[in-house]
């Protein structure tokens, strides 16, 4: 009678086990697609504060541009339109930002910089490690064990 009982607990246990794991599963999948949603999120976020920054800088350069043009045409010192230059870049860089490929190009070398660290011998990344630490050293390595 005993062996029955064992057997129907074993059989629940089995069961309960493979509910947790399929549950832990599911949590873990729901977790990854939190991240990307908040991390698109994020990322809509940044181009939105670039575009609306735009706006202003764009306007703030072509008051300057027109203001600084009138001021060296009147005064006919070509050396008052000099802080267009900066201006410039910077109204560049924004616009890159915004409507360009920026942030594309800014991950394409952040992942290239992953990649060059992992194969670097010091540059290992974290994971390994905590997998590593988490397995213990190869089983070649572990002492063994003299029953005796």
Request: zero cysteines; glycine letters at 6%; charged letters at 30%.
């Given at each position: 009678m005993g062996f029955f009982m064992s057997k129907s607990m074993d059989a629940n246990l089995r069961r309960q086990q493979e509910f947790m794991l399929h549950n832990s599963r599911l949590q873990l999948e729901r977790q990854i697609l939190m991240q990307n949603?908040?991390?698109?999120?994020?990322?809509?976020?940044?181009?939105?504060?670039?575009?609306?920054?735009?706006?202003?800088?764009?306007?703030?350069?072509?008051?300057?541009a027109f203001g600084l043009t009138a001021g060296a045409m009147k005064r006919k010192r070509p050396i008052l339109v000099a802080p267009l230059l900066p201006l410039g870049f910077i109204l560049i860089y924004q616009v890159d930002a915004a409507y360009g490929t920026l942030m594309h190009r800014v991950r394409?070398?952040?992942?290239?910089?992953m990649a060059s660290e992992r194969s670097r011998p010091g540059g290992a990344?974290?994971?390994?490690?905590?997998?590593?630490?988490?397995?213990?050293?190869?089983?070649?390595?572990?002492?063994?064990?003299?029953?005796g």
């Open positions: 949603q908040m991390r698109e999120r994020q990322a809509a976020m940044q181009l939105a504060w670039s575009r609306e920054f735009l706006k202003y800088f764009g306007t703030f350069f072509a008051v300057a394409g070398e952040a992942e290239s910089i990344s974290r994971d390994t490690h905590v997998r590593q630490h988490r397995e213990g050293p190869p089983r070649s390595e572990q002492p063994r064990r003299h029953f």
